[in-house]
């Protein structure tokens, strides 16, 4: 059981837009920001997003993200075949003397 | 080029023990907070641990406290985690990953990982 909860999949057609949602609460999400990874099938997770909307050098700007209170999402515009992988979400967490966690991941489909 | 390089994974026995190296390279390893993350076969990411530069610092999630230590050797730019009575559960990929942190007067920001190596799988078997 993951602290952060995403849904399991998602899915759309290229060009579409598609969002994930990432569900915490006021000792992570609500206090702290929020990252988003991509993990592309067998290979290691990248970091999509940090402090919550910012993203790092070389990615594309139709990945976006946002946070609202203890709930955080990411965007996908102009889905590509390219964007099939695993996403997942983490926050530091302040409860319990300090950690991260993670939501389970969303599978993204490109139909 | 950044880079994070992870090895010592393998087959172990449950109640056995392992060490695991991350090899870093391409950036200043002592400036940076670094983290190790787990992904048991077919599962999500855990994050397990992370460290401040100067080793003063140190967190762990709920699940490994009292049976993983994770340490630092900055003169040779390497991570480590040593891993005791290891159960099935801990079977897993381990990724060793740079921290994004911001340090603020009172304490510190965690703004992601933002360099992660290829990972080294361990297993728990009997």
């Known amino acids: 059981q993951s602290v952060l909860t995403q849904p399991p999949s998602a899915s759309g057609t290229p060009g579409q837009r598609v969002t994930i949602s990432c569900s915490g609460s006021s000792s992570n999400i609500g206090s702290n920001t929020v990252n988003w990874y991509q993990q592309l099938p067998g290979t290691a997770p990248k970091l999509l997003i940090y402090?919550?909307?910012q993203r790092p050098s070389g990615v594309p700007d139709r990945f976006s993200g946002s946070k609202s209170g203890t709930s955080a999402s990411l965007a996908i515009s102009g889905l590509q075949s390219e964007d099939e992988a695993d996403y997942y979400c983490?926050?530091?967490?302040?409860?319990?003397?300090?950690?991260?966690?993670f939501g389970g991941g969303t599978k993204v489909t490109v139909l | 080029e950044v880079q994070l390089v992870e090895s010592g994974g393998g087959l172990v026995q449950p109640g056995g023990s392992l060490r695991l190296s991350c090899a870093a390279s391409?950036?200043?390893?002592?400036?940076?907070?670094m983290s190790w993350v787990r992904q048991a076969p077919g599962k999500g990411l855990e994050w397990v641990a992370n460290?401040?530069?100067?080793?003063?610092?140190?967190y762990y999630v709920d699940s490994v406290k009292g049976r993983v230590t994770i340490s630092r050797d900055n003169a040779k730019n390497s991570l480590y985690l040593q891993m005791n009575s290891l159960r099935a559960e801990d079977t897993a990929v381990y990724y060793c990953a740079r921290d994004y942190i911001v340090v603020v007067a009172g304490g510190f920001y965690f703004y992601g990982l933002d360099v992660w190596g290829q990972g080294t799988t361990v297993t728990v078997s009997s």
């Open positions: 983490a926050a530091w967490d302040d409860s319990l003397n300090g950690h991260v966690v």
């Open positions: 402090t919550n909307n």
């Open positions: 391409g950036f200043t390893f002592s400036s940076y907070w």
């Open positions: 460290m401040k530069p100067d080793g003063s610092e140190k």
